[in-house]
């Protein structure tokens, strides 16, 4: 399990729960964006042989993070999504494909 951290987060070891058998790893991604969280995922993948990935995330960033993420993952890439609370849909939808037609179309690599 690697969970990716807030600016506040990073270096305070806050990282989810231990369990017994599941390794936890932190991180904050430089740059502290999906675009960093994907090539963070790419490096440490290749580091550890990962053969799939499944990501959390939240519904209005479903595409765009599984967009990223296979661009720096050669695997399968899988989504699992948790929920977003109604109130806070309208400014997620119009953040998140704004930073979709970025993904698309200006930042085209890893």
């Known amino acids: 399990m690697v969970q990716s951290t807030v600016p506040v987060e990073a270096g305070t070891n806050?990282?989810?729960?231990?369990?017994?058998?599941?390794?936890?790893?932190?991180?904050?991604?430089?740059?502290?964006?999906t675009r960093g969280?994907?090539?963070?995922?790419?490096?440490?993948?290749e580091q550890l042989h990962w053969r799939s990935v499944v990501l959390i995330t939240t519904p209005d960033q479903a595409l765009r993070?599984?967009?990223?993420?296979?661009?720096?993952?050669?695997?399968?890439?899988?989504?699992?999504?948790?929920p977003l609370p109604l109130a806070e849909w309208p400014v997620a939808v119009v953040y998140q494909w704004s930073a979709f037609v970025k993904a698309i179309f200006f930042e085209t690599d890893c």
């Open 14 to 33: 806050r990282c989810l729960p231990a369990t017994p058998g599941v390794t936890v790893m932190c991180f904050h991604p430089d740059p502290g964006t």
């Open 37 to 45: 969280e994907a090539e963070y995922i790419g490096r440490t993948a």
């Open 65 to 82: 993070a599984r967009l990223r993420t296979t661009r720096c993952f050669p695997g399968p890439v899988y989504v699992a999504t948790t």
